[in-house]
């Protein structure tokens, strides 16, 4: 049996599925991911740095510009066949780390964002203050209108703490599941990581499908590309009954 038919006949006999999903799901709508080689302009920045609290306590301004180049080509991104095949299961409760909403844009009704939306800026001294915006036309750095300290993305950036509620649910979706898909992540960003730790200890069957191998606890790897190998691993797969799963958390 190839490892895509034995991820097809796991999938087809689980009963409860959750998805932990990474950036290489979207790698194929045009997102970059952090750690796929970058071109261009931007190609010259560490990602993981940018995307701390000290490279935006060094430069805010340049974080700022970099995130608005981000949401600019989210905003002209359409979701592909992985994030489609996945919307139409629409028992499936997703946990991502993405930023972007392109599973939700391809119609998901349950997805969790472990590390936040680039959709919404917030003041970086947590005061409270949130606020949608036009990722086609963002707006620059500027003082949150509240308290004067920087706006910012609201996304979970390295070394940050998860958002608790959004955590919890993600680990009681997964507690529920027969089986975690673990799609375009390559398992080594924690705490998140630890959920397909955590699917394993539950008895849940555990599928990766990345365009590399990664270290984590599978019951089968399929390596290709996320928006090839999803749909056919779901096909056919028989859609369960929603029940009262949790909600998307920010879209
Ligand atoms: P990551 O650690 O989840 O790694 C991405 C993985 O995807 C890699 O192992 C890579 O081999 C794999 N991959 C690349 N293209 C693929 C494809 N077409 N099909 C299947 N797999 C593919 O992600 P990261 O890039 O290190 O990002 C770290 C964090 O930064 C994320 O957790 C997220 O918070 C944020 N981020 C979000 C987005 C997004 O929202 N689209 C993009 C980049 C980074």
Same mark, same amino acid.
């Given at each position: 049996?190839?490892?895509?038919?034995?991820?097809?006949?796991?999938?087809?006999?689980?009963?409860?599925?959750?998805?932990?999903? *990474?950036?290489?799901?979207?790698?194929?709508?045009? %997102?970059?991911?952090?750690?796929?080689?970058?071109?261009?302009?931007?190609? $010259?920045?560490?990602?993981?740095?940018? &995307?701390?609290?000290?490279?935006?306590?060094?430069?805010?301004?340049?974080? %700022?510009?970099?995130?608005?180049?981000?949401?600019?080509?989210?905003? &002209?991104?359409?979701?592909?066949?992985?994030?489609?095949?996945?919307?139409?299961?629409?028992?499936?409760?997703?946990?991502?780390?993405?930023?972007?909403?392109?599973?939700?844009?391809?119609?998901?009704?349950?997805?969790?964002?472990?590390?936040?939306?680039? /959709?919404?800026?917030?003041?970086?001294?947590?005061?409270?203050?949130?606020?949608?915006?036009?990722?086609?036309?963002?707006? /620059?750095?500027? !003082?949150?209108?509240?308290?004067? &300290?920087?706006? $910012?993305?609201?996304?979970?950036?390295? @070394?940050?703490?998860?958002?608790?509620?959004?955590?919890?649910?993600?680990?009681?979706?997964?507690?529920?599941?027969?089986?975690?898909?673990?799609? @375009?992540?390559?398992?080594?960003?924690? !705490?998140?990581?630890?959920?397909?730790?955590?699917?394993?200890?539950? @008895?849940?069957? #555990?599928?990766?499908?990345?365009?590399? !191998? %990664?270290?984590?606890?599978?019951?089968?790897?399929? %390596?290709?590309?996320?928006?090839?190998?999803?749909?056919?691993?779901?096909?056919? $797969?028989? #859609? @369960?009954? &929603?029940?009262? *799963?949790? /909600?998307?958390?920010?879209?």
């Amino acid at each position: 049996m190839s490892s895509i038919e034995h991820a097809h006949a796991l999938v087809a006999e689980a009963g409860r599925v959750a998805t932990f999903t *990474g950036a290489g799901l979207s790698a194929e709508s045009g %997102i970059d991911t952090f750690r796929d080689p970058a071109t261009g302009y931007w190609a $010259r920045y560490d990602p993981a740095e940018l &995307a701390s609290p000290a490279g935006f306590a060094a430069d805010p301004g340049l974080v %700022i510009d970099w995130y608005n180049h981000r949401r600019r080509t989210l905003a &002209a991104a359409e979701p592909n066949a992985a994030h489609r095949a996945l919307a139409e299961q629409a028992d499936l409760t997703h946990v991502t780390q993405n930023v972007d909403h392109l599973l939700e844009r391809a119609g998901a009704q349950r997805v969790l964002h472990l590390h936040g939306s680039i /959709g919404l800026d917030r003041c970086h001294r947590a005061c409270g203050y949130e606020e949608r915006i036009d990722i086609s036309a963002p707006p /620059g750095l500027r !003082p949150c209108p509240s308290c004067g &300290a920087p706006l $910012r993305p609201a996304v979970v950036w390295f @070394g940050e703490t998860l958002p608790e509620a959004t955590w919890i649910a993600s680990v009681e979706a997964i507690s529920a599941a027969d089986l975690l898909l673990v799609i @375009g992540t390559s398992g080594v960003v924690y !705490p998140a990581a630890g959920l397909i730790d955590h699917a394993r200890s539950t @008895g849940a069957a #555990v599928v990766v499908v990345n365009a590399e !191998p %990664i270290r984590a606890p599978a019951d089968v790897a399929v %390596i290709g590309s996320a928006a090839d190998l999803v749909p056919m691993i779901l096909a056919g $797969r028989r #859609v @369960g009954q &929603a029940d009262a *799963g949790p /909600g998307s958390d920010v879209w």
